[in-house]
């Protein structure tokens, strides 16, 4: 993979010197995990992804760019927005609770809603 050019990085860890950068491979395109290097050059940063044999992980003998693809470019400035109005809102990664789920109790209450003094131990 060639260098990545300065127009396509964001820096995200100064101290670091890595970052975020698009990538362009035929007409998809992908975010790259990439790193800023004492020179000033930018470069992708590259894995080993793991298989399955013989029930267990082993990484692959080819590493490979870390990479997320978006596919071409007018689904990924969609995907994109998508996650940026996902970031918007600022809810938590934390699920919805479903429906009927059940409220906290007050303090000296049962479940039939008397005092304590209806609880049978």
């Known amino acids: 993979m060639a260098k990545i050019r300065e127009d396509f990085f964001l ?16 007409d998809e395109v992908s975010l790259v995990s990439a790193s800023k290097n004492e020179s000033g050059d930018i470069w992708a940063e590259w894995c080993y992804p793991q298989r399955r044999v013989d029930g267990k992980n082993v ?22 927005e998508k996650l940026l109005a996902m970031l918007e809102r600022g809810e938590t990664a934390d699920p919805p609770k479903p429906q009927g789920t059940p409220q906290p109790m007050e303090f000296g209450t049962s479940p039939s809603g008397g005092d304590q003094d209806d609880i049978v131990f």
Do not use: M, Q
């Open 11 to 26: 820096l995200t860890n100064e101290k670091y010197g890595r970052g975020i950068a698009i990538d362009f491979y035929g």
């Open 59 to 80: 990484p692959a003998e080819k590493g490979i760019p870390f990479r997320l693809s978006l596919g071409v470019r007018g689904d990924a400035i969609r995907k994109l």
